[in-house]
T-cell receptor, first 114, second 114 residues
Framework: GQQLNQSPQSMFIQEGEDVSMNCTSS?????WLWYKQDPGEGPVLLIA?????ELTSNGRLTAQFGITRKDSFLNISASIPSDVGIYFC??????????????FGQGTTLQVKP | NAGVTQTPKFRVLKTGQSMTLLCAQD?????MYWYRQDPGMGLRLIHY???????AKGEVPDGYNVSRLKKQNFLLGLESAAPSQTSVYFC?????????????FGPGTRLLVL
């Protein structure tokens, strides 16, 4: 079953505010990915993290690979209306071999009020 | 370069009917995956393939079969559809970067089983 706990489940914020969300697990992961899904579309890859402690940015988005390798964080600065969507964390669990399999969090639904 | 495409986009089935969902990718990726997405449950892996001619079970394989006869195509079959299989189905393909996956998703197939 699900091995990633993503929080919060939903957020309703004012345009211009910063957003933080995170993903935690009891297992060790060697890769963390963050995706965004727009309504009626498939998830789109935002940021990929490959090393513990790694901090990577993509425009207003910044993600970090937790030092314990059991968590990851995504921050969005100065939110805008087009940030609306569902954000998923995904990770490759240590020991999953060369299958490329990912485990997904339940998603964080973000709504931005103009 | 179309990326990952899925056919059909939407389908309504009656209980007991069968159907096949087609996924095609033009990125020459070795790895392909089928997920289902249900509200509040994120993405759950149904079956996956690590190369042409290979398939393996994911987290929720019951009631589904798959085939990967050509590298670029991954087919998902429902032999006898049940209402519990009402969901949105996503296909993804992936390559490994230094052993770490980067999965790219199709637009999804919305399936309603009555």
């Amino acid at each position: 079953g699900q091995q990633l706990n993503q929080s919060p489940q939903s957020m309703f914020i004012q345009e211009g505010e910063d957003v933080s969300m995170n993903c935690t697990s009891s297992s060790i992961f060697n890769t963390w990915l963050w995706y965004k899904q727009d309504p009626g579309e498939g998830p789109v890859l935002l940021i990929a993290l490959y090393k513990a402690g790694e901090l990577t940015s993509n425009g207003r988005l910044t993600a970090q690979f937790g030092i314990t390798r059991k968590d990851s964080f995504l921050n969005i600065s100065a939110s805008i209306p087009s940030d609306v969507g569902i954000y998923f964390c995904a990770g490759q669990r240590q020991g999953s071999g060369n299958t490329g399999k990912l485990i997904f969090g339940q998603g964080t639904t973000l709504q931005v009020k103009p | 370069n179309a990326g990952v495409t899925q056919t059909p986009k939407f389908r309504v089935l009656k209980t007991g009917q069968s159907m096949t969902l087609l996924c095609a990718q033009d990125m020459n990726h070795e790895y392909m995956y089928w997920y289902r997405q249900d509200p509040g449950m994120g993405l759950r892996l149904i079956h996956y393939s690590v190369g042409e001619g290979t398939t393996a079970k994911g987290e929720v394989p019951d009631g589904y079969n798959v085939s990967r006869l050509k590298k670029q195509n991954f087919l998902l079959g429902l032999e006898s559809a049940a209402p519990s299989q009402t969901s949105v189905y996503f296909c993804a393909s992936s390559y490994l970067l230094a052993g770490a996956p980067r999965q790219y998703f199709g637009p999804g197939t919305r399936l309603l089983v009555l």
